[in-house]
């Protein structure tokens, strides 16, 4: 929707609401710092919760939190696949839900290390749909280089204003160091950046369009405040960027069913032909084979990525939807001229202002399981 056309509904929508009306409305987004996040679970000790609360900041498709942890002891967990949380529609193989945990995964061991402790993890999952993934164990070192935890608590996916200079040669060397065979950086201006361009915008139509995966989407928004509380995962106006008074009419006026319908679906492409022209580069993410190991392991490097670019000013938004939607996924590696497996298709820029992070995320006690 244009922003013209929304503004006039949203001037209705004020005077049909009249001023009482506003004031019992939903007013504000609701942000991260308005959970009430409470640290006395006491079947954990304060440490695992700690630590397991850290983890839970890592990123997720649809930010559904696929991960539960099965406590066998203090400080000896199984790491599980939630099965309620899979995204069949537009990740079927569950291949996102290995890579959101791995995510997940690297999160517990630098939480861990600023505590202390030490992690020694065993592989468990064969495929991608095994409840079990990896099972640790947590003992305290005294000498352990402890991670700064402030990186994980600021890390977010930003999705508007990326500039279009370039990124500094630098910058991308210590983003990808010591891993550089895993990372294919396409900047501005090579013929590659052009076709992730164009095919971002043509799978999202694709994606946009097709009612099973628009349905999967909006089952994971978080309309109001109130839904956002009692859920504590999913994507809220908040963390689609929306502010101000579009943020309000979608709090307030919509739900699942506008979501299906043609304004929701052309404003939501609308907004990704904008982020789509405005980036320094496309950076892509290979692993070594498709097996549950790799998989984890890329998440963990995704996370590895993202803990850093805060400090250099750099956003970094994941568009997967041409890894999710035929032909493009069929494409994309002859057109890369890549061999590896592509996991992971990031847009990257700097931006002025780096906003805080405002996805929500569950309490720690929804997800451990005695
Ligand atoms: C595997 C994976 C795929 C993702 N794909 C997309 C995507 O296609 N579009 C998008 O806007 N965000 C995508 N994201 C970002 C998530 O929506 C985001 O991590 C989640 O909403 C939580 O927000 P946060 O990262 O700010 O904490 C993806 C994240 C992961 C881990």
Redo the contacts with the bound molecule.
Sequence with gaps: MKRRTFISIAGGSILAAGGIGYLISDKNNFVRSDLKISSNDKLLLTDEQEILLLAS?A?????TQPWFVRRIAPFHWIICNDRSKWLPAVDPSQR?TM??IG?FIQNITYAASYYGYCCEWKTLARGNQDEQIEEVVLSKLDDIPRFDISKIKK???V?SNFQSDQLKEDDLQSLTNGEEAYFHYFPRGTSAFAWLNEKTVAANQKQIYRDAAEKELANWIRFTGKDAAQHGDG?TPA?MEMTGLTAWIVRNFYNKSSVMGKNFRKQGLDAVKTQVSQSAGWLLITSKDQTVASLLET?KR?QRLLLKIREKGIAI?????ILEEAPFSLKINKAMNITTPIQ?VLRCGYVNEYPD???IRKPVNSFVRI
């Design positions: 900041m990123p997720s498709g649809h930010n996102e890579l959101s995510a890390r977010r996916t999705r994507l963390s998440g995704l938004h994941p568009m997967t939807q992971l992070p405002v996805s």
